[in-house]
């Protein structure tokens, strides 16, 4: 399995980007994908997932109410909707995904994702 994540960019403080994440190789019927992010020399983040079998959605909290995750139907792929982006956002963001139905108490654990994409640099700034 591959993924491909694109869509980052530099973009002002208030504004928005799309985050883009395909799956191909072998591909699985339910899987569990997300988005982390890193900042240099800080610890990987979780910051959104998408369960496929029930379509439930997490967040992080400094996210929530800004981001918004969602799968695109018939294909295995997900994006990532930025809105209200400010400076913290900054980072590089990572896209993952796992054969695996992951339970609530997983889905924001990295180590529980097999697959991960090479990342896209998101910079908020004016």
């Known amino acids: 399995v591959q993924l491909q994540a694109s869509g980052g960019g530099l973009v002002q403080p208030g504004g928005s980007l799309r985050l883009f994440c395909a799956a191909s190789?072998?591909?699985?019927?339910?899987?569990?994908m997300g988005w982390f992010r890193r900042v240099s020399g800080k610890e990987r983040e979780f910051v959104a997932a998408?369960?496929?079998?029930?379509?439930?959605?997490y967040y992080a909290d400094s996210v929530k109410g800004r981001f918004t995750i969602a799968k695109d139907y018939g294909k295995k792929s997900v994006h990532l909707q930025m809105n209200s982006l400010n400076p913290e956002d900054t980072a590089f963001y990572y896209c993952?995904?796992?054969?695996?139905?992951?339970?609530?108490?997983?889905?924001?654990?990295?180590?529980?994702?097999?697959?991960w994409g090479q990342g896209t640099q998101v910079t908020v700034s004016s």
């Open positions: 998408i369960r496929w079998s029930d379509n439930d959605k």
């Open positions: 993952a995904a796992t054969p695996s139905r992951l339970i609530t108490s997983e889905v924001r654990n990295g180590n529980r994702y097999d697959y």
């Open positions: 190789g072998s591909t699985f019927s339910r899987p569990t």
